[in-house]
């Protein structure tokens, strides 16, 4: 088998990711091909989509929320993500395996949902529901009615792990705030969710996405357990590559696999970016000390971060004031002038798309 490095999943990584260079693709297709885009806080796809698409703007996005066009639903892993409405309905029915483990396992909530009917639960939720969108408070507090000796928030967590919940806006309509809002995606799309869903699927759109994978990225990115046997019945149609430590690594035969020499400009990634988030080895992105300082920024907190020559090599945020938005960048380690100009470049367009009424100022620390 022919041996993949480091740098050769990495370019192959950012050429899916749209990272190599900008495309110009509508922000609906581009959600599409990412099999959506991790959505933890309301408007990190917002940059996620800016830093990978030609000409991107917020509205491009906010139409496609309050069209329908796309949704904010949990799914892979179990978190928040902005997927299209096609892909709601199909992808949710398919990870529903690890809602029902979180079910039986949440520290928080699992003691005060044993012993209870969680078929019937789905069926009283869904009822409410149907007469008019909640919040999650809500939610159980109407669900507490059938059940008064259980905790209301314990039966809301119980009805978005049964029922296939979507964030409504004006929430994560940019420019806009608003609560949590929850209706089933039946109601909220007008559609059934999919009959057919298919595994082996999953395994093809991930590929496309954010291949060549093991069979533990595959399974780290979806949440799910037990996809080698998944992998397995589409073998035959699969490209089989190695690790330099000798692990299989599957991908689609005709995805692109750039030269591993192939030049790659520095990004901004929003918080939550998927790149990060969707592989069991994340060595192909990020060292292992970049790691550590990137996830232990605060527990449930993922940064915004920079790559250079397509690895992370620090973070970033914008500090607003009244009349003026900073762009901080915290290096990982001393930066290249010549990194450093390109970034202060890119931070520059990317504080006009985030805060075009403001003045700017960039920060190296």
Same mark, same amino acid.
């Given at each position: 088998m022919e041996v993949l490095g480091t740098r050769a999943l990495n370019r192959a990584l950012l050429a899916r990711q749209f990272l190599l260079q900008r495309v110009k693709m509508s922000p609906l297709e581009a959600v599409h091909h990412l099999v959506g885009m991790q959505a *933890? !806080?309301?408007? #990190? $796809?917002?940059?996620?989509?800016?830093?990978?698409?030609?000409?991107?703007?917020?509205?491009?996005?906010?139409?496609?929320?309050?069209? %329908?066009? &796309? &949704?904010r639903i949990a799914l892979m892993r179990g978190t928040v993500h902005l997927v299209?409405?096609?892909? !709601?309905?199909?992808?949710?029915?398919?990870? *529903?395996?690890?809602?029902?483990?979180?079910?039986?396992?949440?520290?928080?909530?699992?003691?005060?949902?044993?012993?209870?009917?969680?078929?019937?639960?789905?069926?009283?939720?869904? !009822?409410?529901?149907?007469?008019?969108?909640?919040t999650g408070a809500e939610l159980g507090k109407a669900l507490a009615a059938w059940w008064p000796d259980r905790a209301p928030a314990a039966l809301a967590h119980a009805a978005r792990?049964?029922?296939?919940? &979507?964030? +409504? #806006? #004006?929430?994560?309509?940019?420019?806009?705030? /608003? *609560?949590?809002?929850?209706?089933?995606?039946?109601?909220? @799309?007008?559609?059934?969710?999919?009959?057919?869903?298919?595994?082996?699927?999953?395994?093809?759109?991930? +590929?496309?996405?954010?291949?060549?994978?093991?069979?533990?990225?595959?399974q780290a990115w979806s949440g799910l357990a037990r996809m080698g046997e998944v992998v397995d019945r589409v073998r035959d149609e699969l490209a089989v590559f190695a690790t330099e430590e000798g692990r299989e690594l599957f991908d689609l035969p005709k995805a692109p696999r750039p030269d591993p020499?192939?030049?790659? $400009?520095? %990004?901004? @990634?929003?918080?939550?970016?998927?790149?990060?988030?969707?592989?069991?080895?994340?060595?192909?992105?990020?060292?292992?000390?970049? %790691?550590?300082?990137?996830? /232990?920024?605060?527990?449930?907190?993922?940064?915004?971060? &920079?790559?250079?020559? =397509?690895?992370? %090599? =620090?973070?970033?945020k914008l500090a607003k004031a009244r009349r003026s938005t900073t762009l901080v960048v915290e290096a990982f380690e001393r930066l290249s002038r010549k990194d450093t100009s390109a970034l202060e470049s890119s931070g520059n367009r990317l504080l006009q798309f985030a805060a075009p009424d403001t003045t700017h100022e960039i920060s190296f620390t």
């Open positions: *933890q !806080a309301p408007f #990190p $796809p917002y940059f996620g989509l800016w830093s990978r698409l030609h000409g991107f703007a917020p509205d491009d996005l906010a139409r496609l929320i309050e069209d %329908r066009s &796309v &949704v299209t409405a096609s892909d !709601a309905l199909w992808l949710r029915p398919l990870v *529903q395996p690890l809602f029902d483990r979180d079910l039986r396992t949440n520290t928080t909530h699992a003691a005060a949902l044993r012993d209870l009917d969680l078929e019937e639960l789905a069926a009283n939720a869904k !009822a409410v529901l149907a007469e008019h969108a909640c792990g049964r029922l296939p919940l &979507v964030q +409504l #806006p #004006p929430r994560a309509v940019w420019g806009r705030s /608003g *609560q949590t809002i929850y209706a089933t995606a039946e109601e909220w @799309l007008g559609r059934s969710l999919a009959t057919e869903a298919s595994l082996e699927d999953l395994v093809r759109r991930y +590929l496309a996405a954010f291949g060549p994978a093991t069979v533990n990225d595959i020499d192939t030049s790659a $400009p520095p %990004r901004f @990634l929003a918080e939550f970016d998927n790149l990060l988030l969707s592989h069991a080895d994340r060595t192909r992105v990020m060292s292992e000390e970049s %790691r550590k300082r990137v996830f /232990g920024v605060r527990n449930g907190i993922f940064p915004g971060t &920079v790559l250079v020559n =397509g690895f992370v %090599r =620090g973070t970033w």
